[in-house]
C-alpha cells in the first residue's frame, strides 16, 4: 500500500515522503480500515517536526519515529476484523484515534490502510462525511477531557472559548452548547463568522476586545489560544469560576526550546494550584477514549457537532498541508484523502 513515511525528524517538506509498504494485518482486537479521510492537526505538526524535543521520550521515539507513518485521526471503511472483535463487521464506515493514551507518537493513519484498536473506534453517522468525521478523534479527546474533567461544565454556566475557532476551539463550543452552556468565542475577524455557524452566543474580535476586561463574567475560561494570563482572567471570572490553559504554542512561534513553551507554562500553573482558586489540578488520567467516541457518533448523528473542512489534500501532499495548517490560515480543519 502507499503510505507517508517520516525519515527523521525535522521540516515536513524533507522528512516526510511517499512510500509502498505491506499491508497491515489486524491483530486479536483490531480492525484494519481502509482510510478514506485523515486529518492534519497540531499533533502531528510536532511529532513530525519532532518538538519539543522532550516529547520524543513520551512514545514516539528520541533519534527518529518509532513508526514511520504519521497521522493520528482517520474515517474510512473496515477492511478486516481479527477474531476477538465482535463490535465491527467488514463494510462498516467508522471514525477514530490510532494510539492509545497520551502518546505523542505517529499512528499509521496517513497511508491506504491502517490497523487500529476496536477500542477507540465508533461507527461513523451517516449524516457526516468521511472528512468530517476524521477531524474528530482527537480534538475532540482533548476538548472533552478539558471541559468534563475533575470541575465538569453544567448546563447554564457561561464559558469563554479563547481561540473558539480552531480544532480544539471549535469542538469545545459545539460540546459545551450541547451540554446547555451560554458560549462567548474569542476569534480572529475572519473566523468570528464561522463561531457564529457554530452556535456561539457572543463573540469577541481578539484584534479589538480584551475578554478580561469586559462587564461579563464567566464561569469557565477554556483558553486554547493560549494567549491569556490567569492573573488577567481572575477579573472577569466567577468566584468559584475555573481557568482552562489548553497549551496551544503556535508551531514554535515563541522559539524551539527542548520544553517548548506549553510545558513550563502548564507546571507553574499546576504548581499555583495550591493558592489560586481560579486554577484546578490538571486532570492526568488518560480519557476514556470509548466513551468519548460514542459521545462524538451520538452528537453528530443529533447535529450537534458539525465539524468544518477547510480544505483537503490528497495523500501525496502531506508536507503542504501540514505548511498550510502552521500558517494559521485555515477556517476549519485540514484533511488528507489516500
Not at 158 to 179: C, D, E, F, R, T
Not at 204 to 227: N, Q
Not at 310 to 323: G, V
Request: aromatic share 6%.
Amino acid at each position: 500500500m502507499k503510505a507517508i513515511l517520516q525519515s527523521a525528524y525535522g521540516d515536513p517538506a524533507l522528512v516526510l515522503s511517499v512510500g509502498e509498504v505491506p499491508m497491515p494485518r489486524p491483530g486479536a482486537a483490531e480492525v484494519v480500515v481502509r482510510v478514506r479521510a485523515a486529518s492534519v492537526h497540531p499533533d502531528v505538526w510536532h511529532v513530525v517536526k519532532g518538538w519539543p524535543a522532550v516529547l520524543r521520550i513520551m512514545g514516539g521515539g528520541f533519534a527518529r519515529p518509532k513508526t514511520p507513518i504519521p497521522g493520528t485521526d482517520m474515517a474510512g471503511v473496515v477492511e478486516s476484523v481479527g477474531s476477538g472483535v465482535t463490535r465491527f463487521k467488514v463494510g462498516d464506515a467508522v471514525f477514530g484515534e490510532c494510539v492509545q493514551g497520551f502518546q505523542w507518537a505517529n499512528g499509521g493513519a496517513f497511508a491506504e490502510y491502517v490497523a487500529v484498536s476496536a477500542d477507540v473506534l465508533a461507527l461513523k453517522p451517516d449524516n457526516v462525511t468521511f472528512e468530517q468525521a476524521a477531524c474528530v478523534p482527537t480534538a475532540g479527546l482533548i476538548a472533552w477531557h478539558n471541559l468534563m474533567g475533575h470541575r465538569p461544565l453544567r448546563s447554564g454556566q457561561h464559558v469563554l472559548i479563547n481561540g473558539a475557532g480552531g480544532g480544539v476551539g471549535a469542538i469545545a463550543l459545539q460540546l459545551a452548547k450541547a451540554h446547555g452552556a451560554e458560549v462567548t468565542a474569542v476569534e480572529h475577524p475572519d473566523k468570528l463568522a464561522l463561531v457564529r455557524g457554530l452556535g456561539a452566543d457572543h463573540v469577541l474580535d481578539y484584534t479589538r476586545d480584551d475578554p478580561t476586561k469586559g462587564s461579563a463574567r464567566y464561569d469557565l475560561i477554556l483558553d486554547v489560544a493560549s494567549t491569556l494570563s490567569v492573573t488577567d482572567c481572575a477579573r472577569v471570572l466567577q468566584p468559584d469560576g475555573v481557568y482552562i490553559l489548553i497549551g496551544h504554542d503556535h508551531y514554535g512561534a515563541s522559539g524551539f526550546t527542548w520544553l517548548g513553551s506549553g510545558i513550563p507554562a502548564f507546571l507553574k500553573l499546576a504548581v499555583r494550584t495550591a493558592f489560586n482558586p481560579h486554577l484546578i489540578k490538571p486532570n492526568m488520567a488518560a480519557p476514556d477514549k470509548a466513551k468519548g467516541m460514542a459521545l462524538f457518533a451520538d452528537l453528530m448523528a443529533k447535529g450537534q457537532l458539525t465539524p468544518v473542512v477547510d480544505r483537503t489534500y490528497p495523500l501525496a501532499e502531506a508536507a503542504h498541508a501540514l505548511a498550510y495548517l502552521a500558517s494559521g490560515r485555515a477556517l476549519g480543519r485540514i484533511v488528507l484523502t489516500p
